[in-house]
């Protein structure tokens, strides 16, 4: 999803910026310009390739673990007894590539986690059960 974002903003401004430099500077301005910004949306796309695939879980028989980020790494444990609820969320750009985000809900707000990118089916999976995880742990308190 990101991907065709990226790409779609890479050829717009790669368009708009040799147009701009040929008309201004002439046709190797404009063929440089242009150059440069293709060169700079295959270096973000890059970066967001790594990005997308740096998210990670693990589902534990006690908590839930949630990994992510590219130069810095971020663990989050979050224990089933704890969590208030789960909700799944899809964007107009996530329904378009039928997409969803799982969001975890506990009764500290900075240990709430998500889990962005899951197929539809999967995110329904995984909130259900994560929902019945919960009911069976904070019964146990």
Do not use: C, N
Not at 102 to 121: F, N, W, Y
């Amino acid at each position: 999803m990101r991907q065709v974002q990226v790409a779609a903003a890479g050829l717009g401004g790669a368009l708009v910026a040799g147009t701009a430099a040929g008309l201004a500077a002439g046709a190797p301005a404009g063929a440089a310009a242009a150059a440069v910004v293709a060169v700079a949306a295959l270096v973000t796309l890059w970066f967001v390739r790594r990005r997308v695939r740096a998210w990670s879980y693990t589902e534990r028989d006690d908590d839930l673990i949630v990994a992510r980020g590219v130069l810095v790494r971020r663990l989050s444990v979050v224990p089933y007894g704890r969590m208030q609820f789960v909700d799944v969320t899809a964007g107009p750009v996530e329904r378009a590539f039928r997409l969803a985000t799982v969001k975890l809900h506990t009764a500290a707000a900075a240990s709430d986690a998500r889990i962005p990118g899951l197929e539809r089916a999967e995110a329904a999976r995984l909130r259900d059960r994560l929902a019945a995880l919960g009911e069976a742990k904070a019964a146990g308190l």
